[in-house]
């Protein structure tokens, strides 16, 4: 084992064990899309981390482009109109 794993953190946090890390990244794996299906097939800890860091990403690109869309929609429309109140109730 290496000496990296097996110090504890300067804040005293318990040690994580080997098994608690394979459940973790197996319970990760489950949540990204177009493993799901995958799951008997297990894919290497650096493999489902890396996937899981570019569907993060691909997510936060979707909440700009969404919200720059939003912005748009927004100024287009008169601000007490039946339109801008259907925005606001879906935001809020």
Do not use: F, W
Not at 37 to 45: C, D, E, H, L, V
Not at 56 to 81: C, F, G, N, P
């Amino acid at each position: 084992m290496s000496s990296r794993r097996s110090r504890q953190s300067s804040s005293g946090a318990s040690r994580i064990s080997d098994d608690q890390i394979i459940q973790l990244i197996s319970k990760l794996q489950q949540l990204l899309p177009g493993t799901r299906i995958q799951r008997s097939n297990k894919a290497s800890a650096s493999k489902v981390l890396h996937e899981t860091c570019n569907y993060v990403k691909s997510l936060h690109r979707e909440v700009d482009d969404l919200s720059d869309r939003l912005s748009q929609l927004l100024s287009t429309i008169d601000a007490d109109s039946p339109e801008a109140s259907i925005v606001r109730s879906l935001i809020m």
